[in-house]
């Protein structure tokens, strides 16, 4: 196997007619990271990688991969590997005829490039199944397969397509292990694409947050979830009360934020005086009960309560917030359980409410 290699992506923007798919993004993915281009349907991550792989052009800026700029060339010349989403296997050829089949292309011998797919096809304990065509293999094994063919070439980084999109709840789960394996062990550069949060989570050493083209933030999952930096992230991520106000009083580190018609909070970070700011409250870290600190609680109106297992969410509203949401402990709810309409009062610390950047 090759090394693997940094991808260093400086001021790539991708201009569709008159559609700016990718505007101006720079990102440094260090080499052996398993990183994810997170983001909804339309922010322009397909674009991004499929211009990493060289399957689109680049309307500006340039790609680098380790030392090389890679912009122009083909993607065969480039040290990137492809695995697409409908995994694009050839139905009328077996395993070692799809794996090897870029092998061929480069001119590789029969007996070489056998040799290789076979190699590849062990790696993915798919040997049992050599000779078999893609239909007659399971979602996961056809996933595999596509795998094999695109490590085949010995890639540098292999760039994935929504690679589990195809697969139903528990085998994406699964396969989902899989990779992250494949990938500690291989060691190379892996860039997934996927508009699953809980998926990036959970793979992803780098989560690249992608909005309307641009990057909002890239940063470990820890720090994404823990920091966001703006209130796209913290809504995409999920689990934060996102809560828009203006400042009303500032220091160095806090801000407090009255919301129109309701009440004020207070928020830890900075901000800028009479300007409208965000703020995030950690879902899970509000506790009930009242408040011995103005700014970090609030008293609401229940509006939904969803028991979850372990957990219960409570919606509230009320202190003109419309939607305020609380996930207790299963224990911490029933040791004080409140319906649909009852007033409660909630609070939380300092520290789990947070500034949010525009
Ligand atoms: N070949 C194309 N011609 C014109 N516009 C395109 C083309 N490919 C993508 N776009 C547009 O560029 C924008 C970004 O598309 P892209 O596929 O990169 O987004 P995405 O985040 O991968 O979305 P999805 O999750 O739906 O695949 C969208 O507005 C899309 O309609």
Known sequence: MKKAAAIDIAAVSKIYGSTTAVDNISLKVAAGTYCCLLGPSGCGKTSTLRMIAGHESVSSGDILLGNTNITDLPPAARGTAMMFQSYALFPHLDLIENVAFSLKMKGVDKATRQAKAMDMLILM???????RKPAQLSGGQQQRVALARALITDPEALLLDEPLSALDPFLKIRMRAELKKLQTSLGITFV??????EEAMALADLIVVMNNGRIEQAAPPRTLFEAPATAFVARFM???NVISGRATQVSEKSATISVAAGGDFVATGVAELNTPVDIAIRTDRVRIGQSDTPGLGFTGSVTNV?????TVKLMLSGAGVEDFTAILSDAAYFANPVKVGEAVSLCWNSADAIVLGN
């Open 125 to 131: 304990q798919l040997e049992a199944y050599a000779s």
């Open 192 to 197: 997934h694409v996927t508009h699953s949060q």
């Open 238 to 240: 999920g689990d934060h």
């Open 306 to 310: 969803e028991y979850r297992g372990a």
